[in-house]
């Protein structure tokens, strides 16, 4: 049978690289986002991907949503929490209550609300895979980027207490923590740590790039691939596990 999949915030960016992968190998996929463009474009890439508008702040559309792509697939056997956003970039003093809350509801409390809607079903089928993306952020300290860190290190926090609870179940969850990704995100976090310190976009590159083992940004696909790995039989006994995939972080600058 093929795995049924949803994954959330996933019409572009690293979900959407995440949710093509998982309809390369014949899974059934729905996910939702807010950009109707890119929905569009998703929906329209495969016939194995379904694209639903949903907002991810709106705890009563996401129950809706994961109903909805329980009755069209018929079970859910992998459940990818991918939604976040990078927050401010500021010294902690400078950060509002309301962009700490936000950037905390859309990378930690999407999380929370969507294995709660699934953890009854995959408790019942006696199987499951929860993938959450977290992030190297949170094992180290980000500085100028409290929110984004503060709801990584909680998403690990999440993904082990989900995995203890489950595990009798059969269900596992692991968090993924990558690195820096390469791509259009990570230019503008490069871009506004610059522009807040007064220095040049190729300074913070290069900042970045020496704190790792292996000199490069990763790969999105890179990604994709080990959620796959997650979601598959030859990973029925890891969970619980922050994993890097990041070419090693030795240290983060400032």
């Known amino acids: 049978m093929s795995l049924r999949v949803v994954i959330t915030a996933a019409a572009a960016g690293i979900g959407r690289v995440v949710a093509d992968a998982f309809a390369a190998q014949g899974a059934h996929v729905q996910l939702c986002d807010v950009d109707d463009v890119a929905l569009a474009d998703a929906a329209a890439s495969s016939p194995n991907i379904t694209a639903t508008r949903v907002d991810l702040t709106d705890a009563h559309a996401i129950e809706e949503w994961l109903q909805e792509a329980l009755r069209a697939l018929g079970g ?8 976040g956003i990078k927050g401010p970039t500021a010294f902690v003093e400078d950060v509002t209550l309301d962009e700490w809350r936000t950037c905390l509801a859309v990378g930690l409390d999407t999380h929370f609300l969507c294995a709660r809607a699934v953890a009854p079903l995959m408790k019942q089928q006696g199987s499951g895979s929860i993938i959450n993306i977290s992030s190297m952020a949170g094992v180290y300290g980000y500085g100028m980027r409290t929110p984004y860190a503060a709801a990584k290190w909680a998403v690990i926090g999440l993904t082990k207490s989900l995995a203890v609870e489950l595990g009798p179940h059969g269900v596992r969850c692991n968090a993924v923590c990558p690195g820096s990704v390469a791509g259009d995100r990570m230019n503008a976090v490069i871009a506004a740590e610059a522009a807040t310190r007064g220095v040049d976009h190729s300074v913070v590159q290069a900042e970045y790039l020496g704190g790792q083992s292996i000199k490069r940004f990763v790969e999105p ?34």
């Open 76 to 83: 859910i056997d992998v459940l990818v929490n991918n939604a």
């Open 221 to 254: 696909g890179e990604i994709a691939d080990l959620c796959l790995f997650l979601a598959s039989p030859a990973s029925s006994m890891i969970s619980g596990q922050a994993i890097g995939i990041d070419g090693h972080t030795e240290a983060y600058h400032l």
